[in-house]
């Protein structure tokens, strides 16, 4: 209660008769980060707000707040999605998504560091005018409230750049407390230079122009009152903080978007929503309506298929499904894209596997990240993989195949991202590897993955039903350059631990997969298919981009052929990040949300 008696927090309730039959200003589908992110900064201006998010709250969870609390393959405020292949067949990993207030920020490994200037001043050169570094950067500073390593962690190779971070935000990036394994992680230092030569060791990963392998960082904060570390999500930094309570905002948990509602000329008009926990085939729904617009927010793996469902995406799939089309947009659910990952692991010798210095019981995941590029990768053989990837005609046959196999709407459009991504790898040399060393129980490991994939898959609702899951295809390893880079990494991630800095301590260099030095690629590739699974940056499937490209949105995050409706997650990214996708996208959502404000009052 605040000041005269009068309501003034944030209303977060299960109750549907909250919004049922209600009217807002705007209605943001999605309480995860970019969501909570839009809430937030409307509701602060005024306007009346309805979040309305699937999951639960589960703040007073463990596996939420304490950093170090999620266990391995949890299904807590997981999606949990299923993933196919293109013979339709069920993949045989699942798709981790956030599921609950705070979105994968609530489930996410934490990691934070930022991308480069070239790659965010893409996102304006693809056709976005005003998405460029000098503009999305102030952002990233306003995240931020970044706590300096004190003088224990500092002497374990944690480092701060000031210049590269923000302190008056409200997501906590630091360093854990103490720093985990650092013997392992002294020894990566030492031995990763040997294999990657030119790879630049120390300081503070956010610089990217100077570091390209660090103690890691997290989105976290150290609670001196429990000893525990705590993790800073989207919810915490944006919903829950006493100080950025909200009269005009409602967040209504456990209820799905269903789809989008609107008028005559395609002014989105509110939503149909519906409880997340029901099973029938025609579920009871209700409607909310909101005055100034829609916010679609549900993620790359979401947001697609409500527009999907709203009558918005490629003529061929609404049609088998009996939904009038309303906007044809091809580029709906094509585009998709996350890394391929995979992990090798090394036998610490017997003598050392008590040693909590060099192995542990777990915690924050990856203590040291490493950004590898194509010059490092490959001292000897850059040249045959430029060539490769560089020339008009392999770009031309790419861009065909990606159409070919509905994962770009047109070849144009598949191409220029395409060239996008492949000027950031050979004019910019930005890496195409990100490699995160770790060690646990018995084993050092090395998780790894290409960082900017040219290969492309999609996502399509299967049936209107919004209980149902929707068809994701991911197409990972489909291209060859991101073949030769996953059999590459692989083998230089078995020559990390076979490099005289862990003689002493390693037992079995190549204990699983047990593909001796003289494996031969066919070999490597096979073990990698058969393990990889996405990064959990899943990016692009309504792609920010010229219509006549195959985007979704506009400039503005605008659903391309209506009034009202914007799109604002991380399926507005067209291309993969060098980074972790949280840095950039508390960016793009602080800046998207000006940008809706200005389409508001513009509108009157
Ligand atoms: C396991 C995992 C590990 C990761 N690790 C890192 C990391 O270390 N560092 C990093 O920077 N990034 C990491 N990420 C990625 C990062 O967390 C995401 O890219 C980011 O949170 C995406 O933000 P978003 O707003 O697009 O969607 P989200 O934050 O996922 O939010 C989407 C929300 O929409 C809700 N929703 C879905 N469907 C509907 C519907 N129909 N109606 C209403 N609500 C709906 C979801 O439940 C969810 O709460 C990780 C992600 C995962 C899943």
């Known amino acids: 209660l605040g000041l005269h008696g009068w309501a003034v927090g944030t209303r977060v309730t299960n109750d549907s008769s909250v919004a049922a039959g209600k009217t807002f200003d705007y209605i943001i589908a999605g309480a995860g980060l970019s969501g909570l992110v839009i809430g937030n900064k409307l509701s602060g201006e005024g306007l009346s707000v309805l979040v309305i998010e699937a999951g639960p709250d589960a703040s007073w969870n463990p596996e939420v707040f304490d950093a170090e609390g999620r266990k391995f393959g949890s299904e807590t405020c997981s999606w949990k999605y299923p993933a196919y292949g293109d013979d339709g067949k069920p993949l045989p990993w699942k798709i981790d998504a956030g599921a609950c207030i705070g979105g994968s920020t609530s489930i996410n490994g934490m990691v934070w560091y930022r991308p480069t200037k070239a790659e965010l001043d893409k996102l304006e050169s693809l056709g976005n005018p005003g998405w460029n570094w000098d503009n999305l950067e102030p952002y990233m500073r306003a995240t931020e409230r970044h706590i300096t390593p004190d003088k224990a962690q500092a002497a374990q190779g944690a480092a701060s750049d000031l210049d590269v971070h923000g302190f008056g935000g409200f997501v906590n990036t630091s360093f854990t407390k103490p720093l985990r394994i650092p013997r392992t992680v002294a020894l990566y230092k030492e031995a990763l230079p040997f294999v990657f030569p030119g790879l630049s060791i120390g300081g503070d990963l956010s610089n990217r122009s100077a570091v390209s392998s660090a103690s890691t960082m997290y989105t976290i904060w150290h609670d001196p009152a429990t000893g525990k570390t705590r993790r800073s999500s989207a919810a915490d930094a944006y919903l829950w903080a006493l100080n950025q309570q909200r009269a005009r905002l409602t967040v209504l948990a456990t209820h799905k978007t269903d789809r989008v509602l609107f008028d005559g000329d395609l002014t989105a008009t509110g939503i149909v929503f519906l409880p997340s926990n029901g099973t029938s085939k025609r579920p009871k729904t209700f409607r909310a309506y909101a005055s100034k617009g829609v916010v ?121 991202v395409l060239n996008t991504a492949v000027d950031l790898i050979t004019t910019h040399r930005l890496p195409i590897v990100e490699l995160l060393a770790d060690g646990g129980g018995t084993t050092l490991f090395t998780a790894f993955w290409p960082l900017m994939p040219l290969s492309r898959g999609h996502i399509h609702i299967n049936s209107s039903n919004p209980l149902d899951h929707p068809i994701i295809t991911p197409r990972l390893l489909e291209d060859p350059f991101d073949v030769a880079i996953a ?118």
């Not at 909590?356 to 010059?375: H, K, M, Q, R, Y």
């Not at 301590?505 to 990889?532: F, H, K, Q, S």
């Not at 991380?570 to 993969?576: D, E, I, M, S, T």
């Open 296 to 416: 679609l927010s549900a993620g790359t793996l979401a947001s697609a298929p409500i527009l999907e469902r709203s009558g918005i995406g490629k003529r061929s799939v609404l049609e088998r499904l009996g939904i009038r089309q309303l906007v044809d947009l091809p580029g709906v659910g094509v585009n998709l894209n996350d890394q391929p990952g995979a992990a090798t692991y090394a036998l610490v010798s017997p003598a050392h596997q008590n040693d909590t210095s060099i192995v542990d019981d777990g915690g924050l995941f990856a203590p040291e990240i490493s950004l590898v590029n194509i010059d490092e990768l490959w001292p000897f053989g850059t040249a045959s993989h430029l060539l490769d990837i560089s020339s008009e005609e392999a770009l031309r046959s790419r861009a065909q195949k990606l159409v070919d196999s509905g994962a770009a709407a047109n070849i144009r459009g598949a191409g220029a």
């Open 487 to 604: 059999v590459a990494i692989a083998r230089a991630s078995r020559a990390v631990f076979n490099s005289a800095p862990f003689k002493d301590i390693v037992a079995d260099p190549y204990y699983d997969p047990p593909i001796g030095a003289n494996g031969t690629d066919a070999e490597y590739l096979a073990w990698y298919r058969r393990t990889a699974f996405g990064a959990s940056h899943w990016v692009g499937a309504t792609a920010m981009m010229p219509r006549h490209l195959g985007g979704v949105v506009d400039h503005k995050l605008r659903v391309y052929g209506t009034k009202r409706l914007h799109i604002v997650d991380a399926g507005v990214l067209p291309f993969q990040l060098t980074a972790h996708t949280m840095s950039t996208l508390y960016a793009v959502a602080g800046r998207a949300a000006d940008v809706i404000l200005r389409c508001t009052v513009e509108r009157g």
